[in-house]
């Protein structure tokens, strides 16, 4: 039986990429390896319990002895590597944090499997296959054409450096002890099981109980916007049919300025659920946060030439069926909104958020 080891699987891309592979592969054992913090929901896997093919273990990818007991107990042929600190908010209020998870605990992975697939008989049927983000490219102007895969590194936030530092790793363990990776860089996902501090969910939470939704700046900010079921597709055709020690980019074809998300994100809404009024009154502009990155966009010609894949559901669509899944879960959105989330939301919006009603003119 195939083993395979998934970092980060109780997070957002983690759960619903576990549910995908169940449905894919229904003969692999599915190992979740996650800490558990503010993203990470058991919940998100209710549909797990009681299924022998799957393990759930709660720890820290950067214990370097968990890990290496994890390789020793278990006949892991594959790693997909979500677990990360992704919030680029967070990041700026705590850098530290990032960089121990992000490169400290991708380097414990990394030296865990080169340890475990050292016989090279053994090794040439795994994978070691490292989720990373278009953040990593740094900013395009409104000109610029989407980033390929030998772009320049250029990271302006700590996450993103981090994430940068990570990739990096990953293609050292490549090149130089021949390890089986293989690195993806994706744009903004969005999706069912979304921790709701991203976008798209805050804003339909905000929307919801009728408070403001911040948007930075002008909301010219533009993003290319990735329905998280393309993006599990895509990971999964790499993770078995990519060339180890290559990079593919993943986009969703969908560049559009923030502030015009959440518009069709609030007529969607409006189109679901009526009777809520005009929503666009809830927007507020605040004070841009810093190093705001203008744009992101990523080329997707070598995934598409080498695999095959491109993305199949549109923005609209992916909106809709966002919504109406979100809708249908009020009971999971509640829980994982705790006291945690709030406070974090009151120290980067203040009474921005938590207000009732529209903005004031």
């Not at 590597?81 to 680029?88: D, G, I, N, Q, W």
């Not at 490169?103 to 414990?108: F, K």
């Not at 002890?177 to 501090?197: A, H, I, K, S, W």
């Not at 009971?331 to 529209?358: C, E, H, I, N």
Request: aromatic share 10%; with cysteine; proline share 6%.
């Amino acid at each position: 039986m195939t083993c395979v080891l998934v970092t980060g699987g109780a997070g957002f891309i983690g759960a619903n990429f576990l549910y995908f592979l169940r449905q894919e592969h229904p003969d692999w054992h599915l190992l979740n390896l996650d800490l558990l913090t503010y993203a990470g929901n058991l919940e998100s896997l209710s549909g797990f319990q009681d299924d022998a093919r799957y393990t759930f273990v709660r720890g820290d990818i950067a214990d370097r002895a968990l890990v290496e007991d994890l390789f020793t107990r278990y006949p892991i042929t594959r790693v997909v590597h979500f677990a990360a600190e992704s919030h680029v908010d967070r990041s700026i209020l705590d850098p530290g944090v990032f960089v121990r998870t992000n490169v400290i605990g991708t380097h414990t992975l990394l030296e865990a499997a080169r340890q475990a697939w050292k016989d090279p008989a053994a090794a040439s049927s795994c994978r070691f296959l490292h989720v990373s983000t278009d953040e990593v490219y740094g900013s395009l102007g409104p000109g610029d054409p989407p980033v390929t895969e030998t772009a320049p590194y250029a990271p302006r936030s700590p996450y993103a450096a981090s994430k940068a530092g990570a990739d990096f790793l990953a293609r050292a363990y490549f090149h130089t002890y021949g390890l089986p990776v293989l690195v993806t860089n994706c744009t903004n996902n969005y999706g069912p099981y979304q921790f709701p501090e991203k976008l798209i969910p805050f804003c339909l939470c905000q929307a919801l109980e009728g408070k403001p939704i911040p948007i930075y700046g002008q909301g010219t900010n533009v993003r290319d916007w990735l329905f998280v079921e393309d993006h599990c597709q895509a990971l999964a055709q790499v993770l078995e049919q990519g060339r180890v020690g290559e990079t593919y980019n993943i986009g969703g074809l969908s560049e559009m300025a923030n502030l015009d998300v959440v518009r069709l994100l609030l007529d969607s809404l409006q189109e679901l659920r009526p009777g809520l009024g005009d929503l666009t009154r809830l927007i507020t502009l605040v004070p841009d946060r810093p190093g705001h990155d203008w744009r992101y966009a990523l080329n997707i010609d070598k995934i598409q030439a080498q695999l095959g894949w491109r993305p199949r559901v549109t923005l609209a669509a992916g909106l809709k069926r966002t919504i109406a899944w979100y809708l249908s879960h009020q009971d999971w959105l509640d829980r994982v909104r705790s006291q945690v989330y709030r406070d974090f939301l009151q120290q980067q919006y203040g009474a921005r958020v938590t207000g009732k009603g529209g903005p004031k003119p």
